[in-house]
């Protein structure tokens, strides 16, 4: 199994002790980054397939996972500079960036401050493409409810995760006691609530956040993927087009009988969507 060959490594990014996985030794450079909640395990699917052509860094972002919780000052803009010095700090001159969810709103928000640093983008089923977003983050955004609805238990972590996917039978009880460990882990709770309520407020996405973005994709010019499930019920297929329509360089791919996290759901299709993406088509190197 993947995850007993992969070991955890630590590094020192802006403070915080930052854990991450790498995998592969050749091609070029790819970091995956989780959404909401999540943490490198929900790439544990993907990450040999890709290792076999890039070189393949998995951080767990501060405050999720078993990375460190951020200073109190931390907000969802610093994302983009902690993945900056992420990449610094491991002499990574230039990647591509894979975001699912959050993490694709992370890479958004990079690839406008650091277009040089960035080869290629896939975005998947990726926040920052409009304001809809589900009824349950509304309700995470409200003071004590969200702490209720939050709150850490075997039963809450298997719905958070069970609500996002189109068959909920690949929502294991391995995968379950894997994000129960780190749901309960002290401090995870407040932190994932500061960080959803900076985003999301019982209307939806924020104007503030989702602005920067939006009013910018235009700008976008690297070669972008936009994969989407076509059952998505955290943010609704719409946005994935308007994402398209926004971005001059955008592809994009609906996973049919999928929802909101495709590399979890249904990872052979996934996985050969996105190498032949990273490869290019001329390549034909996908075995």
Known sequence: MLLQILQDQNINVDGIKTRYWSFGHSGQTVILLHGLGASAEIWMHNIAALAKYRQVFVPDLPGFGHSEQPPSSFCPFDYARFIDNFMEALNIQKASLIGQSLGGG????YVLQFPQKVEKLILVDCAGFGKDVRWTLKLMSLPWIGELVTYPTRLGVA??????????????????????????QPGFQAFMLKITRMLVDIRGGKS?????IMENLHKIKQPALIVWGANDQVFPLQQAYT?????PNAHLNVMERCGHIPNLEKPEEFNNIVLEFLLGVDEDLIA
């Not at 719905?159 to 994000?179: R, S």
């Not at 503030?208 to 920067?212: F, H, Q, R, Y």
């Open 159 to 184: 719905l958070f995760f069970k609500f996002a996917v189109h068959d909920p039978a690949i929502i294991t009880k391995e995968f379950i006691d894997i994000y129960y460990k780190i749901f309960t």
């Open 208 to 212: 503030e956040v989702l602005a920067p």
């Open 106 to 109: 992370i890479a958004l928000q």
């Open 243 to 247: 994402g398209k329509e926004k971005m």
